[in-house]
């Protein structure tokens, strides 16, 4: 190597150096991070964080350092709070602090803090108020949505005794009939489950899940500032999320030329209206790229967690077929053979109510939780974390305390019952997570769960081509989220 080389490699290595210590200095400005494992230089904590299981790495971290550590992600440091009680301290007791959206490098280039989900400071709290407010008003939480719900679980039992009895991937089923409810209050129609468009979109929200959840996200969201010039599987992210832009801003103008200023049919309505009053104000949040962008947001957490949770739901319920002849059981006493289930039923079955939050519980669909950033300079637990500074919740982390779930690692619907067979909450039960962020579509998705278990479950026994003991429940991808293996099955008229 030529002295000019060698020069060139020294200069590199003396900059990086210069700048680690830099952002050390700053962040350690004034206090101190928890603790955690050294980091190398830019590449962080690499050798202890695996790509393909951060969520495993930061459980065996815990082990040593503790409930609250700090990691580096490449260059940059966040802090991890596992279980129950670290989690609460910071989302709830002090949850103005940790109300912050954190950074999810994978998706940050198509939304760049728009959108209700990664917005921050007044333009989240603006977009969040009006967000909960029309949901309330197209019936979230009410009799309205309710049946709507029933209406489609109405279709998907049609579909489903179409199948005769013959062995059915039932994803192509459940996506459809899940987001057809969000639909109807984000876009105001049904889809026929044959829509192309619709299905192609469906299909592109399950591949985007998928894809924030591979190794490569988890690479990307290290080394962001580097990787987000190179080539590679980590951009097919950025074209899925605008491709699903396009989509929802081709239904936004069909909106557009049918609007009655008076009378809205939907969440996009709702938004253009808004848009409308506040046309001549310069600092408005209510703009196209917002409408577009929290549309997405709805329609995304409405759609892919639901089915999800479904999917491994029937799963599980295949594995332990003594847990599902005992929620039939209940249904035939409560409602009967032929009743369409209600809302109100959930009150007197406490075994169903139990499966169903076991099953939220065990498949832990997004494991990391979304990432915070404390807003301010924040005295945690004695340590400082410094404003800006990102912060994982781990949900799955206190799903899986083992100080609130006897059998923290186990499908066991006890957890969510006392002595008498009657349900019982548990605090620990953050399955949409808690404090300020805390799930905008919390109260739709457990009606969705509810009805849909119980109309499944009334009218179909779920057989597998496998015995009990070989179904493995394994996630077939562990990452942002965990997704449920492939699996067929088949639905038996009862």
Not at 57 to 79: D, I
Not at 230 to 245: A, F, S, T, V
Not at 298 to 325: C, D, H, I, N, W
Request: net charge neutral; aromatic share 12%; with cysteine.
């Amino acid at each position: 190597m030529d002295l000019g080389g060698a020069l060139t490699i020294f200069l590199v290595l003396s900059m990086s150096c210069l700048f680690i210590l830099m952002v050390w200095s700053q962040i350690n400005k004034g206090g101190k991070l928890p603790p955690g494992p050294t980091p190398i230089p830019f590449l962080g904590n690499v050798l202890q964080v695996r790509i393909d299981a951060f969520f495993h790495s930061f459980m065996k971290l815990q082990k040593k350092y503790g409930n609250v550590f700090t990691v580096y992600l490449g260059p940059r440091p966040v802090v991890i709070l596992c279980g129950h009680d670290a989690v609460k301290e910071a989302l709830v007791d002090q949850a103005d602090d940790f109300s912050g959206r954190g950074e999810i490098a994978t998706i940050e280039r198509n939304f760049q803090g728009y959108g209700l989900v990664m917005a921050n400071g007044e333009r989240w709290k603006v977009l969040r108020r009006f967000s909960l407010t029309v949901l309330r008003n197209f019936g979230m939480g009410k009799r309205s949505i309710e049946e709507r719900i029933q209406e489609e679980a109405g279709y998907l039992l049609e579909e489903f005794r179409k199948t005769k009895d013959t062995p059915i991937d039932p994803t192509f089923f459940l996506s459809p009939t899940v987001s057809n409810v969000i639909s109807s209050v984000v876009f105001g129609n049904h889809f026929d489950y044959e829509d192309k468009q619709f299905l192609s979109l469906l299909g592109m929200i399950n591949e985007t899940f998928i894809e924030m959840s591979v190794p490569w996200a988890q690479l990307y969201d290290r080394y962001s500032g580097v990787m987000q010039y190179l080539p590679g599987r980590h951009n097919h992210i950025y074209d899925l999320i605008e491709d699903l832009k396009a989509l929802i801003a081709s239904r936004v103008k069909v909106n557009e030329a049918t609007l009655d200023l008076q009378n809205p049919q939907d969440f996009i309505d709702c938004f253009l209206i808004k848009m409308h009053q506040d046309k001549k104000d310069p600092h408005t949040e209510f703009s196209l790229r917002h409408l577009v962008l929290t549309t997405l947001n709805l329609f995304f957490a409405g759609t892919e967690t639901v089915s999800s949770t479904l999917r491994y739901g029937m799963l599980l319920l295949m594995k332990y077929p003594q847990v599902e002849a005992k929620v039939q059981e209940e249904i035939i006493q409560v409602i009967g053979p032929h009743r369409i289930p209600t809302v109100d039923d959930r009150i007197k079955m406490p075994y169903m109510d139990a499966v169903i939050h076991e099953i939220q519980r065990l498949t832990d669909i997004v494991p990391l939780g979304v990432p915070h950033t404390v807003v301010r300079d924040t005295h945690f637990r004695g340590y400082f974390l410094p404003k800006g500074i990102d912060v994982y919740p781990l949900l799955g982390s206190v799903l899986r305390d083992p100080k609130y779930f006897q059998h923290p690692n186990d499908f066991y619907p006890q957890h969510f019952l006392d002595e008498q067979g009657r349900f019982k909450r548990n605090d620990a039960f953050v399955a949409f997570s808690s404090g300020k962020r805390i799930c905008v579509g919390e109260a739709l998705a457990r009606m969705e769960l509810f009805l849909y278990f119980t109309s499944i479950l009334q009218n179909f026994s779920l057989r597998s081509l496998v015995p009990p003991a070989d179904i493995d429940i394994t996630p077939r991808i562990s990452g942002f989220g965990n997704i449920p293996p492939v699996y067929k099955l088949c639905l038996v008229a009862r």
